[in-house]
């Protein structure tokens, strides 16, 4: 886990993490990151630090927001209605 947080606060190269330092090489590293992410260990660690914050009162959510930039809209989304442009009109042909 040091050698992933470091990279990630460093913003370094996975070869450039000090084995000394972090406890195992940068390769090392990637791998627990790669089989972590495959065995969905990210989603299940964000619920228990979720959920032990809400139990020490320490998770203040009046100052959430949502943002869902990150998230990919399959097949375009839902679109119910099709959207109308809002260009000024159509492009002139460029044949």
Do not use: F, N
Not at 40 to 54: F, I, K, Q, S, Y
């Amino acid at each position: 886990m040091r050698g992933i947080v470091y990279v990630l606060r460093k913003g370094v190269g996975w070869r450039d993490v000090p084995a000394e330092l972090v406890g195992c090489s940068g390769v090392t590293a990637w791998r627990r990151l790669r089989d972590w992410t495959e065995a969905g260990v990210w989603p299940r660690l964000h619920g228990v630090l979720l959920a032990e914050l809400r139990k020490e009162g320490l998770l203040e959510m009046d100052d959430a927001s949502i943002d869902g930039s990150h998230v990919r809209a399959l097949k375009r989304g839902l679109t119910p209605d099709l959207r109308r442009s809002t260009g000024p009109g159509p492009a002139a042909s460029t044949t």
